[in-house]
């Protein structure tokens, strides 16, 4: 996924270029391709960072004829935009189509240290040109302007759908062409490199463990080929030659799941001690309780506003706020080592809230990491001695 924003006028130019180098006529305002124009998807590989963790996905025009060679790309869009990453969970980054010459766009990404494969299309010569003059009208609009989402609105899935829509190829047959696999298990195949960023996806993306057609696994870069390779025209198969144009010197890593998962583990045998002391000797550990209730008060704010106000389908429910309360994010501020018969109430009340976590997650079906068990376990060994003291109020 490109991370710079790259000016369409510069393909508007070479377009003007052209027509004025081959003498078309004044009424066109495109060349028309030759029969030696050459149409491709072009594939970059993932990053390590969450911003091109799933690849790339592009598409390659060339015309030996026209001198004209040049990609176009849906995945541009500036991170200077405010609340960048909040937005992405909201799904309401704007993302767009830019086109610039193929030469400028491989160095960029040989330079990210990106590996970078094409793959030929067999298509018409009236698909080529429906192609051409549909992405260059899309460019210089304002359809060139789309909300990117995660998984099923970005540079893959823009291009997927053009291509289907252009070529005139049917859709549905890939419809109820399951591929066995849910979004998640292609996170899990090809995970974000940093654990943390890893785990956030599956803490964040709660309605993503159903089966998918191969149409919708066509989100990242190999879905797209993948997809692609089971379309057929005239019986002869939509994918020609592929080859490696440069192999990447920058390779993604699997996360260290161990980290976050000893890190979790390591907070509930403090909370197990500090519980323990609680009980059977009568120190009180507020702060650390308070820290726990903070913590999981302020993820719940941030799960409940992405139920709310999400664009993204896939994050409406989350079976998470059953122990990421917002309103631990109160009950830490309140919390006391005596506290009224209300404030108990409430305890017990969220105690009820952990118990029945994973109970109406497996129902739900929503896959959940490991890391929340423990932690809702480390919350519920916090709050026990709050919910069933006898303490008075005096």
Known sequence: ??????????????VLLCLSTNSYASGNTLPKLSDKALVSIVTCSATPDYEG??????????????????????????????????????????????GEAFSKFAHRYKTEKRGMNEYYLNLSQQQKQSLWEELNRILLTGERFYKFKVPTNNCSTQLRDVLFKQCGWDKSQ?????????YRDVEQ???????????LFNLTCSDIDKEINIYEAAFNPNGLINLLSEVR??????????HRLFPPTLFKQSPNVKLSLSTFLILLIIASILTYLQVKKGRYYIWFDRILLFISGIFGCFLFSLVLFSEIEQLRTNYNLFWALPTNLILAFILKKNNPKWVKVWIQLTCISFLLFPVAAIVGGQYIPTEAYLFTATLLISMLPYAISKRKVL
């Not at 996924?1 to 070479?14: D, E, K, P």
């Open 1 to 14: 996924m490109s991370r710079q924003t790259i000016s369409s006028v510069v393909l508007f130019l070479s």
């Open 53 to 98: 963790g799933f690849g790339h996905s592009s598409l390659r025009i060339q015309d030996a004829e026209l001198k004209i060679d040049v990609v176009f790309n849906f995945g541009t869009y500036s991170t200077q935009q405010s609340f960048f990453v909040y937005k992405i969970f909201l799904g309401t980054v704007i993302s767009s189509l830019d």
């Open 174 to 182: 890939f419809l109820n062409q399951y591929t066995g696999r849910t």
């Open 189 to 199: 195949g090809d995970p974000l490199e940093n654990c943390w960023l890893h785990l």
């Open 233 to 242: 025209q005239d019986d002869q198969p939509v994918l020609m030659a592929s």
